[in-house]
T-cell receptor, first 112, second 112 residues
């Protein structure tokens, strides 16, 4: 296991409110990823980071932003949550871009 | 068009009844194919990585194989604790070498 924690584990919020999800790792992995998982779609990449302050978009990045100011922390922000962002969010880390990704326990987000 | 397709969507087996799960992909220049196991309410857990056609890897009752178009996860004499959703993912230049593209998974149920 890569020593990955996510917080909060569950959150219910209202449409239009900002939400920040946190991923923390203790493995000193260079790469960190945010995915969302929805029925019928599988895991889809939102954003990823290849180093401190270095980030790039995934396939479903609209409505999301990320920040990484320290190696161990990767934040995902929904600036104004919408019901379509109700999902389970997973963080993953990897020592290198071509290496195995290890996943955190997930955050279940409900936007009412 | 789906580029990573898993079949069947769901599979129910009696304890001890061996079977195989399929992951087919339509990418060129495969860098790696990954198998994960996911239990309800948890993050995906890494099982195997395969890099080239003909490669096989085993772990307990699971064996993963790879051809140029698909991968199989063979489950021999399964037990109820093997019940989970099994995900495959590919890494290829088509998607960006640093990213994984996932299938939607096969939900496996082993009946005692």
């Amino acid at each position: 296991d890569a020593g990955i924690t996510q917080s909060p584990r569950h959150k219910v919020t209202e449409t239009g409110t900002p939400v920040t999800l946190r991923c923390h790792q203790t493995e000193n992995h260079r790469y960190m990823y945010w995915y969302r998982q929805d029925p019928g779609h599988g895991l889809r990449l939102i954003h990823y980071s290849y180093g401190v302050k270095d980030t790039d978009k995934g396939e479903v990045s609209d409505g999301y932003s990320v920040s990484r100011s320290k190696t161990e922390d990767f934040l995902l922000t929904l600036e104004s949550a919408t019901s379509s962002q109700t999902s389970v969010y997973f963080c993953a880390t990897s020592p290198g871009g071509m290496n195995t990704q290890y996943f955190g326990p997930g955050t279940r987000l409900t936007v009412l | 068009e789906d580029q990573v397709t898993q079949s069947p969507e769901a599979l129910r087996l009696q304890e001890g009844e061996s079977s195989s799960l399929n992951c087919s992909y339509t990418v060129s220049g495969l860098r790696g194919l990954f198998w994960y196991r996911q239990d309800p309410g948890k993050g995906p857990e890494f099982l195997f990585t395969l890099y080239s056609a003909g490669e096989e890897k085993e772990k307990e009752r699971l064996k993963a194989t790879l051809t140029k178009k698909e991968s199989f996860l063979h489950i021999t004499a399964p037990k109820p604790e093997d019940s989970a959703t099994y995900l495959c993912a590919v890494q290829a230049p088509d998607f960006g070498n640093e990213k994984l593209t996932f299938g939607t998974g096969t939900r496996l149920t082993i009946i005692p």
